[in-house]
């Protein structure tokens, strides 16, 4: 049975936490990569930036829906929601920009897990670690080349 450690990409390109988003662009335009992984100077995973991420900082504000009861003024979303948008339309770097909340896999899980992940979380790439260190990434393109072996 095939494990992620067969079939993954170990010669990873990561950025650091202090990337500017113009430098991200940059790295998405001429690398043609839809997801990054941030590490810090250990090489420790600490985020990771999707193209998508970028493409939203470009969009319009939502302002969302609020209902207004005895002079308050009530988001319905929640004020956490309204400040997640505006923290990624203000984003300068990788780190302000990226989510820290990672779906990670390991070098010794199963190819079909993985695939199994990608498809429930609708992801493209998975960061690879052992412990908290990046070791490698893994993508659906990965998953589709095993599929010839």
Known sequence: MLTVADIMTKDVVSISGTTTVRELAGIFESKNFGTL????????LTGIVTASDLVEQDRPLHIPTV????????PLEG????????????????????????V???????????????????LHALPVVEGKK????????DIIRSMNR
């Open 37 to 44: 992984p941030i590490v810090d100077g250990a090489g420790n």
């Open 67 to 74: 209902i207004s009861l005895f002079d308050w003024v009530i």
């Open 79 to 102: 004020e956490n929601a309204l400040q997640r948008n505006l923290d990624k339309i203000t984003a300068q770097t990788a780190s302000e920009l990226a989510s820290s909340d990672v």
């Open 104 to 122: 990670t896999v390991s070098p010794t899980d199963t190819v079909s897990s993985v695939a199994e992940i990608m498809s429930n979380k609708k």
């Open 134 to 141: 990046l070791v490698g990434m893994v993508s659906r393109i």
